[in-house]
C-alpha cells in the first residue's frame, strides 16, 4: 500500500484486509468500512534456457483492480476491471536466469462496489511456459451437438501443425479423430447432469515437423440445454432451478479465494438442494 514498506506474502491475498479499518471510511457499510489503497506486488522468477526462448504467460485469476503487470520493467498487460481473468503475456521479455514480475493494483477510488471487494491479487496465479508451438491455454472447447446418439465437436486453438483428439472414459478410449475442428460419436454415452455429474477427458495431442509439441487434457460432459416458454430443460428433461446468489468473499477470511473455502461453499449449497448458482 501507498507509503508502507514491501513485506512477504502468499497469494492469494487480500491486501484490503491489511490497510485496516475506520468510521466513515468511503468504502461505507457495504465495503465493511475498509480503506482503500495501492498496491505493489513483486516476484523475481527463474527461467531455464528452454523456457526463456519458447512462449511465457502468466495467468491471473483475479486482481482487484486496476491491475498492470510488468516484465522485468516493461508492460505485459493488466485488467481494468477487478472480476476478470487475464493472462499477461512475458514472451520476448524474458531471460535466461532471473525475471522479475511486478504487478500494480490500485484500489483507492472508494467507493466502487456495493460489497465488500477486497484488494490486490486475491486469487491464483499461474505461470504456463512451453514451446512456440503449443495448444493455447484454455484452447480446447468441446461442444454437444446432440445425445441421440451422443455426437460432440472439439475445437482447438494452437500454433503448430495439427491435432489429434481422443476421448477417454476412465481407462477406455471410446472415440478418436484428426482436425482444429473435430466431430465424433460417443457410443453408449453417460450423459452429464446435476445429479449424474458423468465426466470425459478429451486428450489433445499437438504435432510440429512431425514431432509431439504439446499435449493438453479438457474434461467436459455430455448434456444438452434448451429454455422456453414451458421452462428449462437438460438432456430434454425439464429441470426446475433451484438457486442462489453467492458474492466472491468468503467471510472473515476475506476475497481470498482458497479452494477449500469454494468446495465448502458448494458444498452445503448442494446438500441444501441448490442445483445453480450465481
Not at 465424433?184 to 512431425?210: D, F
Request: with cysteine; proline share 4%.
Amino acid at each position: 500500500a501507498d507509503g508502507c514498506q514491501m513485506q512477504a506474502v502468499t497469494l492469494p491475498h487480500d491486501a484490503m484486509q491489511a490497510a485496516g479499518r475506520r468510521p466513515g471510511a468511503p468504502s461505507g457499510c457495504g465495503g465493511a468500512h475498509y480503506l482503500g489503497g495501492r498496491y505493489v506486488y513483486e516476484k523475481v522468477f527463474t527461467l531455464s534456457e528452454w523456457e526463456a526462448r519458447g512462449a511465457v504467460r502468466f495467468q491471473f485469476d483475479g486482481v482487484y483492480r486496476n491491475a498492470k503487470v510488468y516484465i522485468n520493467g516493461q508492460e505485459a498487460g493488466g485488467a481494468s476491471y477487478g472480476y476478470l481473468p487475464f493472462f499477461a503475456d512475458a514472451t520476448g521479455l524474458v531471460c535466461e536466469g532471473e525475471n522479475l514480475i511486478r504487478v500494480e493494483v490500485d484500489n483507492s477510488q472508494q467507493p466502487n462496489s456495493r460489497w465488500y471487494s477486497g484488494g490486490g491479487i486475491y486469487r491464483s496465479v499461474w505461470m504456463w511456459t512451453g514451446e512456440n508451438a503449443h495448444i493455447e491455454p484454455f484452447g480446447i472447447r468441446v461442444t454437444t451437438l446432440g445425445i441421440d446418439p451422443a455426437m460432440i465437436r472439439v475445437e482447438t486453438a494452437h500454433t503448430g501443425d495439427g491435432v489429434a483428439v481422443e476421448v477417454w472414459d476412465g481407462e477406455t478410449m471410446v472415440a478418436k479423430a484428426e482436425g482444429d475442428s473435430a466431430e465424433m460419436t460417443i457410443p453408449n454415452a453417460k450423459l452429464w447432469s446435476a445429479e449424474t455429474p458423468n465426466l470425459y477427458r478429451c486428450h489433445v495431442t499437438l504435432t510440429q515437423n512431425g514431432a509431439v509439441a504439446d499435449e493438453a487434457d479438457q474434461y467436459f460432459g455430455i448434456r444438452t440445454l434448451r429454455y422456453d416458454t414451458t421452462g428449462f430443460y437438460v438432456n430434454g428433461q425439464r429441470t426446475m432451478l433451484q438457486g442462489g446468489c453467492l458474492h466472491h468473499d468468503n467471510g472473515i477470511i476475506g476475497a481470498c479465494s482458497i479452494p477449500e473455502a469454494e468446495e465448502r461453499k458448494l458444498r452445503i449449497l448442494k446438500n441444501a438442494g441448490f442445483n445453480a448458482i450465481r
